[in-house]
């Protein structure tokens, strides 16, 4: 949070959420003498952030300085965090005229619902983009904004007017993204629920500082797990109009365009031209097939500044000579930009992505592929853009987060084994009972589904012998012993944390366990978690001695509920020992 006085002090700041909880931080305070702004009197800028807020959540706020609060109607002051997949903002830019049609578009702005922050395209105040223009021009005519949304902006050419744009760096508080030292402000990304926003200073790009502006933004995109990916700079790459000419624009075109359609960017939103231009999906400067990867750029340069001719392309899908300013709605895996007049009525309308929602299909337990599972039961949970590419987990314990995946179940965090696009395999937390809702969480959005915890679900995995994995060619022998591995025997006796393999130290189930093959009941010689394995159970039994040969049902009962039957060949002879082999891996 930024804000400036005119006497220095102790400046703090208070965010109250609406269940009375709240976060108090100290701002830092750095002078700035008229020597340097050329105002008449020196003022005191103070920046404070506050650290351990909700998201998605509306908090009002206070400002105080030596104890003093600035605003004196509390309570009038709110704001709202970043939410999830469901968030809106509001774009505009050459905006800095202080112009009547500037004052309306902000009154418009301000008056939008569900708005949570603000994107500036350049030129804030004209026609230098000093301190005083852009205390004139931008703070105090933006300020019903900037009081309640958090501003994320890039510099125009009119800011460098004045000595590089250090007024104007002067006066915002960019996110840290790893950024060189001599360009901190310039350009910058960070994330805002499932999308990925990217400032990039255009003015750099006849500069030597070009390369290592180009080669951190190809670096960060590529970084990024967020689905939307949105990037903001001052010069439009496709001008149709007055700046048809302008070698900034070239050079967006040639060295921008390239590293962000490489990257899967699916809005540029630019400005510079005094109007409104939004071209066709394009991919190389060509209109792109609807299948296919491509980027929408948009011009929003009608924030008050005098308007200035535009015209027509092959990319332009289209162009007009307006006031006006940007609603973008996000929601998931779909996008819907909307331009809005000076009277408040909608000038363009576009909606990208939403071809493939997110769902959860089923929830069902890994092996036998029923719904019932239990604590500690490994899951299959299908459906669709459920992540953005394959993701295996590479040892114990299991992550949270898989390729930007997470997963929860009553608001716990779920073990991840595997991801993909259609199929998630998972362990179902210990603790839990009853109903639950399961909440998945990716970069293309939000999806979720009941299920119920029972105290048991037997589900078989793999019958093992000495001589290995049972089955038709290995069958099993009267007299040797047996390991069923399952999942969904429940709790157990003793500390154990979920996604976390088991020790070597026996951990027995809390529930009674029997083993029945045909008619005939095995009493178990353990029964417990299998050792190297999150979600996995063991139960050692001894076939009997004197059992006939033949094709048995073997199933596992725990507290009274059968797991599905699995067929054993129990054989004495005639087809030979095979030789030992090593145990095999429990498919997870």
């Known amino acids: 949070m930024l804000w400036t006085t005119q006497e220095a002090g102790l400046g703090t700041v208070t965010a109250t959420a609406r269940d009375g909880s709240s976060f108090t931080a100290q701002a830092a305070m750095r002078a700035f003498q008229p020597s340097d702004t050329q105002l008449a009197s020196a003022f005191y800028q103070y920046q404070a952030e506050i650290t351990g807020l909700q998201p998605g959540t509306e908090y009002s706020y206070t400002v105080a300085v030596n104890g003093q609060n600035l605003v004196s109607d509390v309570g009038r002051l709110r704001f709202r965090t970043a939410p999830g997949h469901k968030f809106s903002f509001l774009a505009f830019g050459d905006s800095g005229a202080d112009s009547p049609e500037q004052q309306t578009l902000v009154q418009l702005m301000a008056a939008e619902q569900g708005v949570s922050m603000v994107v500036h395209v350049g030129d804030m105040a004209y026609p230098d983009g000093t301190f005083e223009q852009l205390q004139d021009a931008y703070f105090g005519v933006n300020f019903p904004l900037m009081q309640r949304l958090p501003f994320f902006s890039t510099p125009g050419n009119h800011e460098y007017n004045t000595n590089s744009a250090a007024p104007y760096l002067a006066g915002v508080a960019a996110p840290e993204s790893g950024v060189p030292a001599a360009d901190l402000g310039r350009y910058y990304s960070f994330n805002w629920g499932n999308a990925h926003f990217v400032s990039v200073d255009s003015n750099l790009l006849p500069t030597s500082r070009s390369a290592a502006m180009l080669a951190w933004l190809d670096a960060d995109l590529a970084a990024t797990d967020r689905y939307w990916r949105i990037v903001f700079l001052h010069h439009t790459p496709y001008p149709t109009g007055y700046h048809l000419n302008d070698p900034i624009c070239a050079a967006v075109q040639k060295l921008v365009n390239p590293i962000v359609e490489r990257h899967g960017v699916q809005l540029l939103l630019a400005g510079h031209e005094h109007g409104y231009e939004r071209t066709y999906p394009l991919a190389g400067g060509q209109l792109a097939n609807a299948s296919s990867p491509s980027t929408t750029y948009v011009v929003t340069g009608g924030g008050g500044g005098a308007l200035e001719t535009v015209g027509s392309f092959a990319q332009t899908a289209m162009s007009v000579q307006a006031f006006h300013y940007l609603r973008v709605d ?115 959005g939000f999806a979720s589904a009941a299920i119920t915890v029972s105290a048991v679900a037997p589900s078989l995995l793999e019958i093992v012998s000495q001589n290995g994995l049972i089955s038709g060619a290995n069958p099993a022998r009267p007299g040797s012993g047996l390991s069923l591995y399952l999942t969904g025997l429940g709790e157990v006796l003793g500390p154990m944390e979920s996604g976390h393999a088991a020790s070597a130290a026996s951990i027995p189930v809390v529930s009674h366990v029997g083993v029945w093959l045909g008619d005939v009941c095995l009493e178990p010689r353990f029964t417990g978690l299998a050792q190297g394995y999150a979600g996995v159970y063991r139960v050692d039994v001894a076939i009997p001695q004197d059992l006939p040969d033949g094709v048995y049902a073997i199933r596992v009962v725990a507290g009274g509920v059968s797991s599905r039957p699995a067929n054993l060949d129990v054989v004495s002879h005639g087809r030979g020992d095979l030789n030992d082999r090593a145990r095999s891996k429990i498919r997870t």
């Open 330 to 444: 996000v929601n998931g895996t779909a996008l819907t930009l909307s331009a809005i007049g000076l009277d408040g009525g909608e000038i363009d309308q576009v909606t990208l992505g939403g071809a493939m929602p997110m769902a959860i299909h089923s929830v069902l337990s890994k092996g036998d592929y029923t719904p019932a599972v239990a604590p500690g039961s490994l899951v299959a949970i299908s459906g669709q853009n459920l992540a953005p590419a394959n993701a295996l987990s590479n040892g114990y314990p299991l992550p949270g987060t898989l390729s930007g995946v997470s997963l929860k179940a009553a608001g716990r965090s779920v073990p991840l084994v595997s991801v993909s696009p259609t199929l998630i395999h998972a362990q179902i937390p210990y603790g839990l009972s009853g109903p639950v809702t399961l909440e998945v969480s990716t970069p293309s």
